[in-house]
């Protein structure tokens, strides 16, 4: 299958069979997916929390607009981002860099630098805003691999993000949540959007050219 059958094929699902579950092997390739996201000048500032266990998921669903696809998908699929950069956080991951290349630390100095000097005077929301849009490109990829495993999914925003982070603790590694996805298998009985045709506006619509 090609990627653009794949995309073909996924669609947001509304109803999940709680009796159907996931391997561990096919949800570590949606992970891994996610963990390959590019990102901005390689920091991977957030985090991805998955969770399987049925009695976190219903506490998480207390926050969540579908709660039903909350509790019965396979897994969920919570997206975390970094509540600001801070210069251990940027050094941690360029020490890492450094490390697995081979490198003396401090070889990107003048890099790293730069960044703190953009980032750490910023106001914590702007910092938020900017490692939060980081995460929709992991997000998306790891749409794309469940779609070419035929595993079906739904990308949500709509939850109480203090919920979220309250039930998993986020605050005391310095994250907040942005998006969830769930992973499972539709119930083809009650999942009313799976019949329904897809629709994009078209390419002369969607694409401007100069």
Aim: hydrophobic share 40%; charged share 30%; net charge negative.
């Amino acid at each position: 299958m090609s990627l653009i059958e794949d995309l073909q094929w996924r669609h947001a699902v509304k109803a999940y069979d709680p009796s159907k579950k996931v391997s561990r092997e096919d949800i570590d390739k949606i992970i891994e997916a996610a963990r390959l996201a590019p990102t901005s000048s390689g920091l991977q500032p957030f985090r991805l929390i998955v969770v399987e266990d049925q009695q976190i998921k219903n506490r998480l669903s207390e926050g969540a607009l579908n709660p039903d696809c909350m509790r019965d998908c396979s897994h969920v699929l919570i997206f975390a981002a970094w509540d600001r950069y801070t210069a251990e956080r940027i050094d941690r991951m360029y020490d890492l860099t450094t490390d697995e290349r081979g490198l003396p630390r401090g070889r990107f100095a003048s890099y790293t630098d730069k960044l703190k000097s953009i980032y750490l005077d910023q106001p914590a929301e702007v910092n938020f805003a900017h490692t939060a849009r980081q995460t929709y490109i992991a997000l998306g990829l790891a749409l794309a691999q469940a779609a070419e495993l035929r595993i079906d999914t739904t990308p949500a925003e709509g939850f109480d993000n203090a919920v979220i982070d309250s039930v998993l603790e986020l605050e005391k590694h310095s994250l907040k949540s942005v998006s969830l996805m769930y992973v499972g298998y539709a119930d083809q009985s009650t999942d009313w959007l799976a019949s329904m045709k897809k629709v994009r506006v078209s390419t002369q619509d969607f694409v401007m050219e100069f």
